[in-house]
């Protein structure tokens, strides 16, 4: 079958490879013969090299998306063949751990996801656990049920790790993937305001965090980020601040603009060191937390929501076929859009 592989290090080391179809199923194991898979920034990392967590090269990369079962091990109850589906991403938990036993999985420490220690779904075919697997409303296309995983990215950190109120003055920096994914779902709280920071290469995406709910942007380039913040309302900034950069500027400016008793919550890995002083947070009581994957009840909320139309992120992404995956990764990685998605079958 052909599948994008990261074949070793180095900047530029993925190419189309036929590899074999996984062949050999576990009793508990379920195959997916894939119809959409996501491109995520993750993806493009490995592909330049730059990411921050080790690599089992060469992989098949992916790990957003959905397809029909194919096949099913011996043991398997849940599912049958013709079943449409998504699956999570970690293709391997220990199950011992107190975060396994507790449901919390995604914080297992010898946690493996697909596309990264495992050959993952830019491919015809892809092998998953049952445990992880779910049903895709009838309603719901595959292509945006392949970006359930990044829709579950964000409702983690909206959703369950801030406290938004209707009323509340929200700011989201980013408008990648998953910060227009958090615009989406902190509209379903019905805050006042909700504003988008980003710059000036994003002009494309910040179109889209428009339609996605945004009532204001704010270009970093043009305008000064924290006196825009700090103007809307009582002038005492955002209750909630949700970071969907990698960049320590944007934590900067999110401490400086938070407001006293509120919020941040990041969502964005970067490399670099913080650099600045923390003591802001302390004097304002403020609270910095980090919200990282998603789990099984998450994942059933996320389809739900898409299958009731309440959140849709198609409009944020353009389709390939496998043979275009470069396009597919450069056009994304150049901001063309925010999202793109790979058809194995096209």
Not at 258 to 275: C, L, N
Request: hydrophobic share 40%; charged share 20%; with cysteine.
């Amino acid at each position: 079958m052909k599948a994008v592989v990261n074949y070793s290090s180095g900047s530029g080391s993925v190419e189309v490879r036929d590899v074999p179809i996984p062949s050999e199923l576990g009793p508990k194991e379920i195959l997916i013969q894939v119809k959409a898979a996501g491109v995520c920034g993750s993806d493009l990392h490995m592909y330049h090299d730059i990411q921050g967590f080790p690599v089992n090269r060469p992989v098949t990369l992916g790990h957003e998306f959905a397809g029909v079962i194919a096949g099913v091990g011996a043991e398997v109850k849940q599912f049958k063949i013709g079943d449409r589906v998504v699956s999570e991403t970690p293709s391997y938990v220990c199950e011992t751990c107190i975060y396994c036993r507790t449901g919390q999985y995604n914080l297992c420490p010898t946690r493996r996801g697909f596309g990264v220690l495992e050959n993952g779904a830019m491919a015809e075919y892809v092998r998953t656990r049952e445990a992880i697997v779910h049903r895709i409303p009838d309603n719901v296309s595959f292509e945006k049920a392949a970006l359930t995983e990044p829709s579950c990215v964000a409702y983690n950190a909206v959703a369950h790790h801030s406290e938004i109120r209707p009323g509340d003055y929200v700011a989201v920096f980013g408008p990648g993937p998953i910060g227009l994914l958090c615009v989406q779902i902190a509209k379903l709280f019905n805050p006042a305001r909700l504003t988008v920071i980003g710059t000036e290469k994003d002009a494309k995406r910040m179109e889209v965090a428009k339609q996605f709910g945004a009532d204001c942007v704010i270009v970093a380039e043009k305008q000064n980020v924290v006196e825009e913040l700090l103007a809307y309302g009582d002038g005492f900034g955002p209750d909630v601040i949700l970071d969907a950069v990698g960049v320590s500027a944007s934590l900067r400016q999110s401490v400086d603009a938070i407001r006293p008793g509120g919020q941040i919550t990041k969502i964005g890995w970067g490399p670099a060191p913080v650099g600045f002083s923390l003591d802001p947070l302390i004097q304002k009581a403020a609270r910095l937390q980090g919200s990282f994957s998603h789990n099984y009840p998450m994942w059933e909320k996320v389809l739900t929501l898409m299958g009731a139309g309440l959140i849709d992120p198609l409009p944020m992404a353009k389709c390939y076929g496998i043979s275009d995956w470069k396009q597919a990764f450069d056009e994304m990685d150049g901001l063309q859009h925010a999202k793109s998605i790979i058809l194995p079958e096209a």
